[in-house]
């Protein structure tokens, strides 16, 4: 069992470096294909030549197309991601700076997100058709109805404005002050983690009741056994199979809605670095910020699909 | 291994020839009507959300009188008024007008983004689940690497590449959910090709297309119709979100996400224009949700009481 999920994962990891491959020409694509020249962007248009012609070297804009990229990949693989065009640093330091918060927030988010999502998807299932599961699953769609900028701004105005309990908005380092820095992380995380919440309660609910409808759960239950064995021994483990497809999934939606969450809440993460480039036309930051999120999800596609065929020993043989 | 497998022996539920499946389990009569009372008037509730909001969106123009986009400086930030029964923004313009041209802008890209992403993701995902090898490697790589970007971060990407409008938002967003869909086509796909009642029709000379669009396919609708109402829902708050961030649709056309993020500047003043907008989109997301739900419900044999 050990050796075949080692293959399947030594597999994937190969099948990982065509993908890097596509997702870097992606990347470098979209900073390439943005209309309009990026000199004039940075510079102004009554930019003197000589200046333009510096930047035009500085990026390697005059050289052709494919050097650019060969040139571009090549500093990437070393982990030169260029320097940004406004703050005159590397573009690795400042996503060093904000990546911290920004891991923080996800893994808040997706914490409360599963401690909240399991409980209920799997309680609306088994008390099918009670008020408890009406309960679990209008929360759910809230859940994932309500948008996150709305959800957001709705818990400042109800916590930080009127009631006064938390701060509504900014970031504290956890080195530097624990208890202030998990009060600014609330609202956050929970305006963040609340649409995961609902999506995944959603999910497990609708899996689990698939599963408890085949015929090994009832023979299982005929033959005697303990329902809850039947339900997280037997259904349960049959239906975290599309549950764990929708976690990395999930963790891609979570890191796109960081950009938001971290724009309500002035969360110094890399989302707002993100935001800032493309209004700044920052594109060595934009780049970097793109590569970098996509090469953190790539990883934790990796660890999903392993776990995929932990969870589902069918799809080790093929 | 686990003992738990779900292909031992007896035909699938959804499989040819096999009748629907009686419900052996004698259940409440009480539990059976609370089910359909839920279910039923869940899926009316999102259905009228849901046309509503089109409705509101289409006829917009013939609804609402005010300009969207006029602005008055004798009336800002007013509360509901018989001149404006939802108030005004800090321009002076009419909440409703833009909520009611929003909708249209809203429902429109949503729409386009949804069938977009399953008129390319579901083809692509079925072959990449079905024929396997080399065809399910290259696609999915490629899926994957789109997918390996959060969908707002690359519909930000793509909007940049296409310039801002609605039409290079409608085109982000579906290529956004693409690969989801074929991702979630090919798990189904890949989890039913070795089922027996798959090798049966293989058994009897049944050619691969058929197999696959007759028998396999089926077993997708109920998971692609939940992933396509949330893909709906989340069309919806992708362009709300765009627009929110500043870089979607451009003011001053009414846009939910952009009214959103006009009245952060004024939420402890003029409490109105922050949860007009967001009663709005949060209501029409509800409502697709809802519809997907009572779809499925009605569709997926196997949860049929």
């Known amino acids: ?318 | 291994m686990s003992s738990s497998t779900r292909a031992s022996g007896s035909p699938e539920p959804g499989a040819p020839g096999a009748p629907p499946e009686a419900p052996t389990e004698a259940r409440p009569a009480r539990a059976r009507a609370l089910g359909r009372l839920r279910r039923s008037r869940l899926a009316l509730v999102g259905l009228a959300i849901v046309g509503l909001t089109a409705v509101v969106g289409l006829v917009a123009p013939l609804f609402v009188t005010a300009d969207p986009v006029a602005m008055d400086f004798g009336a800002l930030l007013k509360g509901p008024s018989r001149a404006h029964p939802l108030g005004t923004d800090q321009f002076g313009r009419d909440v409703l007008a833009r909520l009611v041209w929003g909708a249209r802008l809203s429902v429109s890209i949503g729409a386009a983004a949804v069938a977009l992403a399953l008129a390319v993701g579901v083809p692509i995902g079925a072959l990449s689940g079905y024929a396997g090898g080399i065809v399910d490697n290259v696609l999915m790589r490629c899926m994957d690497a789109l997918l390996a970007f959060p969908a707002l971060l690359l519909a930000l990407g793509l909007v940049a590449i296409m310039g801002p409008g609605s039409t290079s938002t409608m085109l982000a967003i579906g290529i956004v959910y693409t690969p989801g869909v074929a991702r979630l086509t090919r798990g189904v796909v890949l989890a039913e090709r070795p089922q027996e009642y798959v090798q049966a029709a293989h058994a009897l000379g049944q050619r691969d297309g058929w197999v696959l669009l007759r028998h396999i396919m089926p077993n997708c609708v109920s998971a692609l119709l939940v992933q396509a109402s949330v893909n709906f829902a989340n069309a919806m708050v992708i362009e709300a979100g765009l627009s929110f961030l500043g870089i979607g649709t451009p003011p001053p056309t009414a846009s939910w996400g952009l009214m959103l993020n006009e009245a952060r500047a004024f939420m402890s003043s003029a409490l109105h224009v922050a949860i007009v907008p967001g009663v709005a989109i949060s209501l029409a997301v509800l409502g697709w949700n809802l519809l997907g739900d009572g779809l499925r419900d009605a569709l997926d044999p196997r949860l049929t009481d």
Do not use: C
């Open chain 1, 1 to 318: 069992m050990t050796s075949g999920v080692l293959t399947y994962l030594g597999g994937r990891l190969l099948g990982a470096i065509p993908m890097l491959f596509l997702m870097s020409l992606v990347v470098f694509a979209v900073v390439y294909l943005i209309p309009g020249d990026p000199v004039d962007a940075m510079l102004g248009q009554d930019a003197e030549q000589s200046a333009r012609d510096a930047l035009r070297r500085e990026l390697g804009l005059d050289r052709p197309l494919w050097r650019q990229y060969v040139g571009w990949l090549g500093r990437v693989a070393q982990g030169d991601l260029g320097r940004s065009i406004r703050a005159q640093q590397p573009v690795r330091d400042l996503i060093a700076e904000k990546l911290p918060a920004t891991l923080l927030l996800t893994t808040s988010a997706a914490v409360i997100a599963l401690l909240i999502a399991f409980p209920a998807g799997i309680v609306a299932a088994v008390k099918r058709n009670t008020f408890v599961d009406l309960l679990a699953m209008v929360g759910a769609l809230l859940g994932v109805s309500i948008p996150s900028f709305w959800s957001g701004i709705m818990l400042i105005i109800v916590f930080a404005l009127t009631l006064g309990w938390l701060p509504a908005m900014g970031y504290v380092r956890p080195s530097t002050d624990p208890l202030a820095a998990l009060r600014h992380l609330i609202l956050p995380a929970l305006t963040l983690g609340s649409v995961m919440a609902g999506s995944v309660t959603r999910q497990v609910r609708a899996q689990l009741l698939q599963e408890l409808s085949r015929d090994y759960v009832r023979t299982a239950r005929s033959k005697g056994l303990w329902e809850p064995v039947v339900v997280v021994g037997h259904a349960l483990r049959n239906s975290l199979i599309p549950a764990v497809t929708v976690l990395g999934v999930q963790f891609s939606v979570l890191l796109g809605g960081a950009v938001i969450t971290e724009q309500i809440f002035a969360w110094p993460g890399v989302g707002q670095l993100a935001v800032n480039a493309i209004v700044n036309r920052d594109y060595p930051v934009l780049q970097g910020v793109i590569l970098t999120v996509a090469l953190l999800v790539t990883l934790v596609n990796l660890a999903v699909d392993t776990l995929y065929v932990v969870l589902d020993p069918r799809l080790r043989i093929s």
